[in-house]
Nanobody, 115 residues
Framework: QVRPVESGGGLVQAGGSLRLSCAAS????????MKWYRQAPGKEREFVAA???????YYADSVKGRFTIFRDNAKNTVYLQMNSLKPEDTAIYYC?????????WGQGTQVTVSS
């Protein structure tokens, strides 16, 4: 099973927090660039956050200062800590693992933020 598997989504009130996890059974996980994307109803999939294989991170302006991406290579898992959630963060969140010659998507996990 190579496909990443996301978990941790759910329903939360505005201002609350969630932590998403993405487990990827990829032999080269530690050398993979890991990213989170999201897709809201009626909208295109958009980039949220990335952590490169060297550990550097990058965020979309809309989540900067509220979301944190980090990884545990020993567990082949990447996380997305989401704080100060807003209703506009409501979406299906997808994990992407990419490297030389490959790119894998997970099935997504739903995050719903109520006002």
């Amino acid at each position: 099973q190579v496909r990443p598997v996301e978990s941790g989504g759910g329903l939360v009130q505005a201002g609350g927090s969630l932590r998403l996890s993405c487990a990827a059974s990829i032999r080269t996980f530690s050398s993979s660039d890991m990213k989170w994307y999201r897709q809201a109803p009626g909208k295109e999939r958009e980039f949220v956050a990335a952590i490169w294989n060297g550990g550097s991170t990058y965020y979309a302006d809309s989540v900067k200062g509220r979301f944190t991406i980090f990884r545990d290579n020993a567990k082949n898992t990447v996380y997305l800590q989401m704080n100060s959630l807003k209703p506009e963060d409501t979406a299906i969140y997808y994990c992407n693992a990419a490297g030389s010659g490959y790119a894998y998507w997970g099935q997504g996990t739903q995050v719903t933020v109520s006002s």
